[in-house]
């Protein structure tokens, strides 16, 4: 399995409060992406790192930005978290530099009250 | 722009018997991957088959195959010999070349029936 370990696992937060999700992983992989999925709509693309310092945006990135400051670590950060934000995240790496697949963490469940 | 749309939201199948799960897509790359992904209730993302478009021989892995019609832009899988342990959310995917960029679509529960 790929080493790949997301935190928190589980969050519940209030509107408005600043929240970070935390993906790690080992396999020295270039690629990682955040997905957020939700009933209905499947997996949906938030942010992705191509590098170091180096990533772009997802079809719903609105409200969420990201840092990479070392590759095993990629962070998901919600400014001030909305009741629309409460959903599933999950970390990915891979892509076609390695074997094209991608390669999932366990998800991190956050709910916004 | 990328799109994978799965139409079927949920599929029932009796056990031992063969299911198959709809897929299309659209991308103007001529280069790309597909994928099928399962989520059992696990929530864990684990990946089933793996077509690349320039191959045009259908992928298969054990009971898992792909029936991959490039010009009509389906890529539908077929479950033989159904197991319970197959219940779970599958999710079509797409990753055009260049983009880096993987496209999932809204997924379908399958339903084993004892």
């Known amino acids: 399995d790929a080493g790949i370990t997301q935190s928190p696992r589980h969050k519940v937060t209030e509107t408005g409060t600043p929240v970070t999700l935390r993906c790690h992983q080992t396999?020295?992989?270039?690629?990682m992406y955040w997905y957020r999925q939700d009933p209905g709509h499947g997996l949906r693309l938030i942010h992705y790192?191509?590098?170091?310092?180096?990533?772009d945006k997802g079809e719903v990135s609105d409200g969420y930005s990201v840092s990479r400051s070392k590759t095993e670590d990629f962070l998901l950060t919600l400014e001030s978290a909305t009741s629309s934000q409460t959903s599933v995240y999950f970390c990915?790496?891979?892509?076609?530099?390695?074997?094209?697949?991608?390669?999932f963490g366990e998800g991190s469940r956050l709910t916004v009250l | 722009a990328q799109t994978v749309t799965q139409s079927q939201p949920e599929m029932s199948v009796q056990e031992a018997e063969t299911v198959t799960l709809s897929c299309t897509y659209d991308?103007?790359?001529?280069?790309?991957?597909l994928f099928w992904y399962k989520q059992p209730p696990s929530r864990q993302m684990i990946l089933v088959i793996r077509?690349?478009?320039?191959?045009?021989q259908n992928a298969t892995e054990n009971r898992f195959s792909v029936n991959f019609q490039k010009a009509a832009k389906s890529f539908s899988l077929k479950i033989s010999d159904s197991q319970l342990g197959d219940a779970a959310m599958y999710f079509c995917?797409?990753?055009?070349?260049?983009?880096?960029?993987?496209?999932f679509g809204t997924g379908t529960r399958l339903k084993v029936l004892a």
């Open positions: 077509q690349e478009a320039y191959k045009q």
């Open positions: 790192s191509y590098g170091v310092k180096d990533t």
């Open positions: 396999e020295n992989h270039r690629y």
């Open positions: 991308t103007s790359e001529s280069d790309y991957y």
């Open positions: 990915a790496i891979g892509g076609r530099a390695n074997t094209g697949e991608l390669f």
């Open positions: 995917a797409l990753e055009a070349s260049g983009t880096y960029k993987y496209i």
